[in-house]
Each structure stands twice: as C-alpha cells, then as structure tokens.
C-alpha cells in the first residue's frame, strides 16, 4: 500500500471509530470529549452570571478569578466523567461556604443547567447522568440554615 493510501486507511479507521460511540464509553466520551465539556460549561457559567437571583454570587470578581472558576469547573466536570483531567480546586464545602447559597439558587441553578443542556441536545440519558453527579454535592454547596 502506498504511504499515502495507508494513511487514508488509517484516517478512515480513526474516523468510523470515532462515529461508533457505545453505551459502554464513559460519560465524558458520550458528552463529546473535552472541548464539548468546555463549552458546555461556558454556556451554563453565562447563565449563572445572567440570572437575575444567581448574578449576584459573580459580582465583584476579577476577569482572572472567572477564568480560573471556569477552568476548575471544567476540570471538576472532565474528571467526574471519567475524563484524562485531574482537578485541583479545593472541595465543594469549603469553595462555596460563607456565601449562603439558598435551596431556591440551587434550583435556579438547576434550571439554568437545563437550558444548557437542552440549547446542545445533550440527549436524556446523558443528562441524567450529569445530574446524578451533580445532585449529591447540593449538601456540600446549600448553606445549612441556623
Ligand atoms: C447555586 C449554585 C452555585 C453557585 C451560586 C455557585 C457559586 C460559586 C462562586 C461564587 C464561586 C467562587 C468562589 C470563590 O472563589 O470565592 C464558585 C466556585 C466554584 N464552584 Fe460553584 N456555585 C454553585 C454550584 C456549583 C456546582 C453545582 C458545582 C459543581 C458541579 C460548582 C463548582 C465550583 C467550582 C469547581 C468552583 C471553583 C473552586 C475553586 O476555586 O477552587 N459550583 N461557585
């Protein structure tokens, strides 16, 4: 086979396996790999920062701070797919303490977090999952009252 030709070959292989995505792959995977994950969150921080309760948490920060918030964010979502990231940021408890989330941001949140993913047809299933990982940390990030 000529250079060329294999190359072909090899690029057609990479391409039909690529297409081929199973129910076995990982989540991260599924969701389209890390760039997809990265604009995924970009969407979901803007809404955050546009609704008119959640707004008020991202006032006051500095271009810089909203950039690293974005990037552990992602890394925070890469890893807990299953994703080739580590995530450095610190816990969730100790991250949003002291800013009193109430239950109702949450389920703002939440509802901004549908809108994301309805605006890229991440399919049911996918989702749910997401939410799944998502829903447990609601303890960690909801203020305790009293
Ligand atoms: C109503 C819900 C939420 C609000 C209002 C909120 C707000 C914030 C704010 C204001 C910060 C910056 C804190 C600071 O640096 O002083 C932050 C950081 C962060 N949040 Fe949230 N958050 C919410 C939910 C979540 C959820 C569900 C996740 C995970 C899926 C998450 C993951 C993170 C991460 C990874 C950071 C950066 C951690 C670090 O700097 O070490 N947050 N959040």
Redesign the pocket.
Known sequence: MKPLTMLAAALATALSTHAALSADDSLYKRLGGYDAIAAVTDDFLHR?EGDEK?GR??LG?SDD?VA??RQ??I???CF?TGGPCA????D?K???KG?D?TAD??Q??LAR?GETMAEFKVPEKEQHELGA??AP??KD??AKKG
């Open positions: 955050l959640l948490f991202f920060l701070s690293r918030i552990h964010l890394d925070l979502v807990s995530y450095t940021g610190r969730m100790t991250t949003h800013i989330i941001d949450w703002r949140m977090f990982i998502v940390l609601e990030i909801v």
